[in-house]
Structure formats: structure tokens, C-alpha cells
């Protein structure tokens, strides 16, 4: 993640992640299954993308491609121009579950990026002081995870990304199975932590609203064979308060989707 | 894990059965043999008394003999999981690796280890090494193998987390499945503890020159019922004390985990 001295990063047009003609197809027992098909998608610097669409569309499917776990049958994916080939540091995931190691205390969960990136001791600690504070974990630092609720540990989960520094952050629901007042705490924190220190987020999720607040750009995404539909630019600003989504424009977009949904046959 | 409510179920006295149950041993033993109602002859069934008679008797062989069992039972606990859990790490990480050691281990693994003491006498004498490589064998051969089983249940995300976040191959090994794994070597280490046990004592049997086994097939030979007594105390006493130490030590690397105590 670029990070300027005083935490805002500069904006800029230059394309991060390119997926070109991006298939996947999967082969089971009962015949082929397309989970891409034919996804052409740039993802800018410093954006704070969400990709939403109906379940089983293939929004997984696409992070995998981007993170490095799943490969593609056809087509292009690539991190700065160059082709991704497995995962590694550059591109930090938040799984929908809970991926926060046990063993280790909430401090050095969010310190292992760092560590296994062999940063200075300094540094290490800098990061970790930094990003519990700004989740508001600053009082967990030396609690095991089994001791956290679920959103604490979501937090710590995405503290830990943070710190590891990557070039894109990509997250898969992570707010999934959450209650609706924590996931609307945690997406306000997330938007402010993101307009603080910036960074390319691809954020998946299956809900409008919280793609709605959280998004730069929403990539509409039809039901299977995954496509996109349509790329909408959302205008609320880089620092969003609660209560735009209760705002007129707010209601407009997520009709808007809603409409385009039922046309793709993702509503019924 | 501090919460008392859910593992005490049943009240304050559960604690004093444990207390309780060794008790009724020794008072069985005590009525049961020539010291009580004499209902088995004290040459089968030697009598507290007598038993408590051969510790004055044997004073320091006493200890002795312990310590060396002890320095046994500790090598083969020690060297066995080392080997055991570095092979089945590397076992795990590398295919080549797996294809090539698999079949050797799935061969040896169903041969009691027991059956091959005569093979290692035949090669190694009573030499030390002879009983150590037996017991570190057989510790290996629990140990490398529940450490496969339970790599292969580590939640395939926490691997994939750490590759983002910029792990090696090493820093995974370490920092990800060594602990991952521990709850769920609790359950091997103590068989291999108790199994290391019952080696050093077969090994003693078929040859050595101190250790308890070693005391106790030579009380046999003089016929001296009270030691043969004695040496089966005292194995139980150690191995349960060292059951204990290795479930306090567990219990504090797995304290993340919250496991019922
Ligand atoms: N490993 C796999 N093997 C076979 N089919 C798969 C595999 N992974 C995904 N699929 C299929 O690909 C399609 C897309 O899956 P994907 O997990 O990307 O959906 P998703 O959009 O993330 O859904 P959800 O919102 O429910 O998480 C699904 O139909 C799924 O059954
Ligand atoms: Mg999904």
C-alpha cells in the first residue's frame, strides 16, 4: 500500500489489477461449471473497489484469481502489468472466515506480516501500535482471540492485513455473519481507516448497502456464468457518514441496482 | 479458559475422588496381604511392611536405578517427538518427500517395536544406545505419524493467510502448523509416554546393568518378591507424575486454545 508521511495517499488512474478475458471454469461430476466467464475489469490504485453479485456468481471465484489461489482457464490476470502467479505479500486477503491464527495474542497476529516480511523490530512494533489503535484494538494487544467476540476478531483480522502492508487488499465478506449495527460500525472504521491511510481494496459482498457505502465503484456482477453486468461510480465522497445511507441519492443508487438485478435475473 | 462453571460440574468433592481412589488401593493392599487379614501369602504378595523395608534395604540403587530409568524414558520422549514432528513436518510440505519416507514408515509402523529389541540386542549388545534407539523408535513411530494426521486437519485458511501476509515455507512450518498442531498432539504424546515407559522396562528386562526393570527382573533372580513390589510402585508412581508434567506443559503451550482442563 503506498502511504504518504501524513496518511493520505494521492490519487491516481494508474491500473493495479487488470483481468483480461478472465475465465475460470471448474470441472465436476456433473459437467463443467463456468464460475468466470470472460471478465475484463480494471482495478485502480488507491480504489476502494466492491464486487457484488447474487450467490454463486463467482465473486470468490475472482478474488482467488486475484490473490493467486485460483488460476484461470483462459484469460489474463495481472498485478502492475505483470502476470500473478501464486500468492505472496503483495496482495493481503480477508477471508469471510475467521482466519485469525489462535495461537497467537492480537498483537502478534497483526505483527506476523510484517515479521515474515523480516521489517525492522521498530517498524514492527510502529505497525502494530498503529493499526490496533486506528481498529480500536489498542486495549487487546496481548489477548488470545478465543477472548474476542467475533467482530473484535474481524477487526484484528483486517488490522492484520493492514500492517502486512500489501499493494491490494482484497476481502471476501468479512462482515458476513455479523449483526447489522456491528457491520455498519465496522464498515464506517474500514471507510475511515481506508481514507486515512489509502490503499486498493477489492471488497466482496452480496449486500447492496454496504457495497453502496463502502464503494468507490460497484462492479454488477450477473448470475452464472459470472459477468458483469454494469460498473457503477458511487459519489459520496472519500469520508462517508452514516447517514448517507439513508440519503436520497443513497436510496436512488440502490434502487438503481436493484432494477438492474432484476433484469439480470438475479432478482426475481 | 479461567471459567471453573463448566469443567466442575458436580461439586468440590470431585476432586478428593482421585485422593480417594488411591486410597482404597493401599488399603486393599494393606488387608488383602500378610500386614491385615493374610489372604495371599506374603512370598506373592509381599506386604506394605516389607516393601517399606526394601527401600532401607536398597537405599541409593533406589534412586539409581530410577534416574537411569528416568534418563531412558526422558532421551526417548525427547529425541523421539524432535525426529517425529520434524519429519512429519517435512513429510507434509514436500511430496517427494511423503512418497519416498511413506512406505518405509507404513511398513515399519505395524512391527511391535517390542519384537525387535532381540534384533537390536544382536547388533548393539546392552549397550546404552541399544535401549535409546528403541524407545526413541518407538516414540518416532506414534509421533511422526499423528503429526501427518493432524497437519492434515489444520484449517487449509490459515496457510493460505499466512502466504499472503508473506510467509516461507519455513515461516509456515514454525509460526503456523507446529502450533496449529498441538491440541492435537496432547493424545499421541501421552500413549508415546506411556508406551516409552513400558519400552525402557523391555529393554531393561532383556539386558542392562541398572534401571528399574533391570532391579526387577534381578529381585526376580534372588527372590526377593518385596523389590519386584517396589519397582512396580515406583514405575507408577514416576509415570504418572510424568503424565501429569507432560498435561501441565500441554496445557500451557495450548493455553490459546481453551480447552477443557
Ligand atoms: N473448487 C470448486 N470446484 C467446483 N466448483 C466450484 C469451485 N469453487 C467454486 N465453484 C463453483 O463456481 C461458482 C462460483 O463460486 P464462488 O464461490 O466464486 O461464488 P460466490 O459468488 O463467491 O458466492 P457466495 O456469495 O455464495 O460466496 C459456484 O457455482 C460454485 O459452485
Ligand atoms: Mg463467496
Known sequence: ?268 | MKSKASNEEGGSYVKYLGIASVITVFAFWVVASEDGLGWFPRIKFPPPTEVFTAITVLQEKLLVDAGVTVGRVIFGMVVGTALGLGVGLLMSFSKPIMAFLNPIIESMRPVPVIAMIPFFLMWLGIAESGKLLLVTLGVFTIIVVSTIEAIRNVPRIYVNAAKTLGATKRVIHWRILLPAITPAMIGPLRVAMALTFTLVVAAEFMGAQAGIGYRILEARRLFNPQVIFLGIVELGILASLFDYFLRKIMGYITRWSGRTK
Request: charge should be negative; glycine fraction near 8%.
Open chain 1, 1 to 268: 500500500m503506498v502511504r504518504s508521511a501524513n496518511g493520505s495517499a494521492a490519487d491516481s488512474t494508474r491500473p493495479r489489477v487488470q483481468l483480461k478475458d478472465a475465465t475460470v471454469r471448474f470441472k465436476t461430476q456433473s459437467g463443467e461449471i463456468t464460475a468466470l466467464h470472460e471478465v475484463n475489469l480494471e482495478i485502480l490504485e488507491n480504489e476502494f473497489i466492491c464486487l457484488m453479485g447474487p450467490s454463486g456468481c463467482g465473486k470468490t471465484t475472482a478474488l482467488n484469481v486475484i490473490a493467486g489461489f485460483q488460476a484461470l482457464t483462459s484469460g489474463q490476470a495481472l498485478l502492475d502489468g505483470n502476470p500473478i502467479e501464486g500468492a505472496d505479500a503483495s496482495r493481503a486477503v480477508v477471508f469471510q472466515s475467521d482466519a485469525v491464527f489462535p495461537w497467537m495474542t492480537v498483537a502478534q497476529n497483526v505483527a506476523f506480516g510484517p515479521t515474515s516480511q523480516n521489517r525492522p523490530k521498530q517498524e514492527i512494533d510502529r505497525l502494530v501500535k498503529e493499526f490496533l489503535s486506528l481498529t480500536d484494538m489498542q486495549g487487546f494487544a496481548d489477548s488470545w482471540p478465543m477472548q474476542l467476540s467475533g467482530g473484535m476478531r474481524k477487526r484484528v483480522d483486517i488490522a492484520r492485513a493492514y500492517a502486512s502492508q500489501p499493494e491490494v487488499l482484497l476481502m471476501d465478506e468479512p462482515f458476513g455473519n455479523l449483526d447489522f449495527i456491528l457491520k455498519e460500525t465496522l464498515q464506517g472504521s474500514l471507510r475511515d481507516l481506508w481514507a486515512n491511510v489509502g490503499g486498493t481494496i477489492v471488497f466482496v459482498t452480496h449486500d447492496i448497502e454496504e457495497a453502496i457505502f463502502l464503494g468507490d465503484r460497484i462492479v454488477v456482477m450477473t448470475p452464472r456464468p459470472g459477468k458483469i453486468a454494469k460498473i457503477i461510480p458511487i459519489d459520496f465522497g472519500k469520508v462517508r457518514a452514516d447517514d448517507i445511507r439513508t440519503s436520497p441519492e443513497f436510496i436512488a443508487i440502490r434502487r438503481g441496482i436493484r432494477e438492474l438485478m432484476t433484469e439480470t435475473g438475479a432478482l426475481a
